[in-house]
T-cell receptor, first 115, second 112 residues
Framework: NAGVTQTPKFQVLKTGQSMTLQCAQD?????MSWYRQDPGMGLRLIHYSVGAGITDQGEVPNGYNVSRSTTEDFPLRLLSAAPSQTSVYFC??????????????FGEGSWLTVV | KQEVTQIPAALSVPEGENLVLNCSFTDSAIYNLQWFRQDPGKGLTSLLL?????REQTSGRLNASLDKSSGRSTLYIAASQPGDSATYLC???????????FGAGTRLTVKP
């Protein structure tokens, strides 16, 4: 039972480079989201998706793109990496927001350093 | 804008002690509140979820309470163990679209 799988675990980028963080879930969850976690600030929502083909911006979307072509996958793209994007990134998934209970499941994180 | 605050930022207690972690939020119009545990280098694991209509939830040695009117939630851990050492985060969901606002967490250390 894999749950939410993120790759890569660690990545170092040079300023201006682009890359994609991968996220996959095997629980048939409609809702998927990306957060970043910075020291002393908790998690902040970057983008989210309520189903295949539907995405929307969260609290800190600038510099990131997402797409949702399948229920299982929700990749996060950094278009032109900046040192301010050095952070730990978490992907999460859950059933429809309207479901009772609605426990959210997190991946183990991707540590990104931009130099 | 919803702001979520957790105090203290860090807490160290001897094994066996009962303890309370605090979470406060500025907007009482919440959909639900969740408590999470995060181990170093790992993702978050949901511990307890309290719907806006509920006052508390219990799971084993954990009890979470919710007081919407005062904008507060507490996580009570009974008979703490070294294995409880982790960072505990609370998060409030503002509406059914699942936009969650997180506190910065309380880092708990339980000493043997």
């Amino acid at each position: 039972n894999a749950g939410v799988t993120q790759t890569p675990k660690f990545q170092v980028l040079k300023t201006g480079q682009s890359m994609t963080l991968q996220c996959a879930q095997d629980m048939n969850h409609e809702y998927m989201s990306w957060y970043r976690q910075d020291p002393g600030m908790g998690l902040r929502l970057i983008h989210y998706s309520v189903g295949a083909g539907i995405t929307d911006q969260g609290e800190v979307p600038n510099g990131y793109n997402v797409s949702r072509s399948t229920t299982e996958d929700f990749p996060l793209r950094l278009l032109s990496a900046a040192p301010s994007q050095t952070s730990v990134y978490f992907c999460a998934s859950s059933f429809s927001p309207g479901s009772s209970g609605n426990t959210i499941y997190f991946g183990e994180g991707s540590w990104l350093t931009v130099v | 804008k919803q702001e979520v605050t957790q105090i203290p930022a860090a807490l160290s207690v001897p094994e066996g002690e009962n303890l309370v972690l605090n979470c406060s939020f500025t907007d009482s119009a919440i959909y639900n509140l969740q408590w999470f545990r995060q181990d170093p280098g790992k993702g978050l694991t949901s511990l307890l979820l309290i719907q806006s209509s509920q006052r508390e939830q219990t799971s084993g040695r954990l009890n979470a309470s919710l007081d919407k009117s005062s904008g507060r939630s507490t996580l009570y851990i009974a008979a703490s163990q070294p294995g409880d050492s982790a960072t505990y985060l609370c998060a409030v969901k503002r509406g059914h679209n699942n936009d969650m606002r997180f506190g910065a967490g309380t880092r708990l250390t339980v000493k043997p």
